[in-house]
């Protein structure tokens, strides 16, 4: 069953095209990344699919509801964490979360004993009397995510909602989000952050240019790219990266104190770093095989050019 | 959705543009003192009757302070990121703006009751009537809604708007009869007329001085036109921006 549909959803902005043309399904229950660089179109999709903004052309579902035709009905299904901190700072936390629940239509009794419940449950019940300007960035964005839970949603919009936030704050969120998960809820989260798709995800879209350039599980990403495994080596003496690029090497990436370096044959390249630490005297300390990350997919697809428009856009 | 549960919502909004905007002592204060300045200052060594002043007292008193707030509050909420978080949200454009206007109606209410309760103290009982009172809640919504339609365009910065705002609202005090009764404003009468503080003014003048440029019941049933009409621009210029704005 699905819970969100986009369908042929188009976005121009003063004829610079932002979201071009794209369709995809969101099982419910499922946790599904939408993936890109920055000016992607990441956002405009989601704020075309919380009917915030009208698409240009194309169509929004969330559940049975045309977002567009039944705004209220779609809007009351879903719950929203956008981008950017947006509780009203001049309100107590609790008063943040009793506005939406007046929002959604839910009964004083029952939103009085919800937000003191997702108060406790987001570690900050013994301030819910504070104004959110005293908060911390972290504390802000448990009440929005705590805001977008309100009203028992079906379905959780989340923006980039672990950008900036301290590592206790981000742990507390993705434990939430894997827990709200497992309660049915489907999730569609927006990320620059590769790593937490790859950990959290069932489907992810790569975002580029405002196309969508893939669409499928992490790991059937990884392996339609399977060409660039890598080696990963530690040298015990810092050196230039340069000298590693050997024969079959198409890349060299420094990652703290470790090099990557990326080949179609690690089997190849092995006798030749071992080779460069016996000529250079300067030991190695590890050395491991890696497949294609995500990370990888995910640079593959969106380094190209943006698309020349037929449209003149 | 029906119209009952949009309402309940739009309250919702209402409850917080008070706690946020107007419960604040220099928001009261300057409810009260602009006009009062402004009275002063057009008063002082003119000697003029009390019951002529009041009405145009009256009249400030209300105007600004039901649209001293509603101008800023879209272009505030649009850069604090809230008002994304509105539009998200399960109510319907008209309930928010509804909501943003009832508060600033009640807002006004609350400041011109000490101009009225003034007014009874000063002029006695007889001053205000039936009419004042239904006229003034009506003018309080009319103002209200001009308050929010200058707020339409999409930016996010208020000063902006508080600039469009104070070029719109003073030439508006200067053309409704608070100062010069519109009878003896000569070639500038037919301005008069396309301002609703005018009618406003007739009916409080009408209520205290008992004199007046129209009849009650025709200030009364065109403010109420102002009112509907401004409501409905409103709204139809936020939809028309609301996609401009983030």
Known sequence: ???????????????????????????????????????????????????????TRGKAYIGKHNIQKNPIEAKQLMGIVPEMANAYIDLSALRNLLLIGELYGIEKEKRIKKAENLLKLFGVYKKRNQKVKTFSKGMKQRIILAMALMNDSKI?????????????????IRGLIGKFNGKGITIFLTTHNIEEANQLCDRV???????????????NLRRTIQSTA????????????????????????????????????????????????????????????????????FVKLTKDKPPINKEGF | MNIFEQLKRSFAITKKDLFIYYFKGPIIIQGLLIPAFLFIAFSF???????????????????FAVSAITPVIAPW????????????????????????????????????????????????????????????IIAAFC????????????VDNPSNIMLLATLIKFPL????????????????????????LTYFVDLARHSIQRVSYFTSFVDLIVLFGFAILLFIVSIKWHEKSLAKRF
């Open chain 2, 77 to 136: 909420e649009t850069r604090m990121k809230t008002f994304e978080r509105l539009v998200s949200s399960p109510i319907s454009l008209w309930a928010i703006i509804l909501g943003d206007i009832v508060a600033s109606v009640l807002f006004g209410l609350f400041i011109t009751s000490f101009i009225l309760l003034f007014s009874v103290i000063l002029l006695g009982a007889g001053a205000i009537n039936f009419s004042l009172i239904l006229g003034t």
């Open chain 2, 173 to 196: 005090i200067f053309i409704s009869g608070v100062f010069i009764p519109v009878a003896e404003m000569g070639g500038f009468k037919i301005l008069s007329y396309f301002s609703p």
């Open chain 1, 156 to 172: 959780l919009f989340l923006d980039e909602p672990i950008v900036g936030l301290d590592v206790e704050s981000v742990r507390l």
């Open chain 1, 1 to 55: 069953m699905r819970a969100i549909q986009a369908k042929n959803l188009t976005k121009d902005f003063n004829g610079l095209r932002a979201v071009d043309n794209i369709s995809f399904e969101v099982r419910m229950g499922e946790i599904f990344g939408l993936l890109g660089p920055n000016g992607a179109g990441k956002t405009t999709t989601i704020r075309i699919l919380t009917g915030v903004l009208p698409p």
């Open chain 1, 230 to 297: 890598s080696v990963e080596v530690a040298f015990k003496e810092t050196l230039d990266p340069n000298g590693l690029k050997f024969e079959g090497v198409i890349r060299v990436k420094k990652i703290g104190d470790k090099f990557r370096l990326y080949t179609e044959k690690p089997e190849d390249v092995i006798p030749l770093l071992v080779q460069h630490s016996r000529l250079s005297g300067n030991k190695i300390i590890t050395l491991n095989t890696l497949g294609p990350s995500l990370e990888d997919v």
């Open chain 2, 143 to 154: 103002f209200s809604a001009l308050g929010t339609l200058i707020s339409a365009p999409p």
């Open chain 1, 205 to 219: 879209a790569i975002m580029n240019y405002g196309k969508i350039v893939a669409i499928d599980r992490p790991e």
């Open chain 2, 45 to 63: 060594k003119r000697n003029m009757p009390l019951g002529f002043l009041m009405p145009g007292l009256l009249g400030m008193a209300l105007f």
